[in-house]
């Protein structure tokens, strides 16, 4: 079969800055992040960037099915060309934050999100499925070292933020290897790592709307007091918010990235209870 760097030659593929297409080509590494994501054949697979198909067809050879989320329409002959192996794939040429989540999960009873994401849309898509998913069991994302980071960081850490709350309330995230930038083509300008993220728990709505109320609070400015910033936003007075706080059995004068998720849990039980 040619090379990826033959494909896209032959169908005049042009990468578009827009959509931080960076392609992954190394065998090796392909392998690698499929079994990161430890898929069998009795697994569904949604994979957000199919880019040149090189991930994509690696989880094809492991997957029962492969649904392949792809924006960018200039790729569907590279695609169509290297996918044409396989008939466990179904490519959806469209942009994965368009779709509603039930548009997404239909018909699906679990899942397996993939993905090689680009720095614009990292959060966004991440977020989406693990704040609203109940059907995802396990993603596993390659982004950018700094935002991984993020991802598996501890409470009071710098990189400790609002989406690492979002992941360790519903589950866990470990690094699972670091990737130089020289294994993509074209070659970005940073290095990346991959991710994986477990799912456990699944919330309430009601909960997991209140903890996300929480959590936006207390990281709406980290130079002021978790007390501050619950004031800010919810509208107490001081004395209301360091009572909830109290009740909470968190120090008055934290700063709202020194909570667990545990902790985000409690405040915001305790603080939507004051509020009724």
Known sequence: METLKETLVREKFSFKKKFGQNFISDGNLLSAI?????????????????????????????????????????????LNARLADYDNVELRFRDVMRDSLAQIEEGLDSYVVVANLPYYITTPVIMKFVEESAKMRRMVVMVQEEVADRLVASPGAEAYGSITAAISVRGSATVTRKVPRKMFYPVPGVDSAVVRIDLTTVLDQAIAKNYRAVVRAAFLSRRKTLCNNLMQTFSLTRAQAEEVLTEAGIPLMCRGETLSSQEFLTLAEKLFLQKQ
């Open 34 to 78: 499929a079994e990161d994501a430890a898929i069998t054949k009795a697994d569904t697979v949604i994979e957000i960037g199919c880019g040149g198909g090189t991930l994509t067809a690696a989880l094809c050879e492991r997957a029962g099915k492969v649904i392949g989320y792809e924006i960018d329409k200039d790729l569907i002959p590279v």
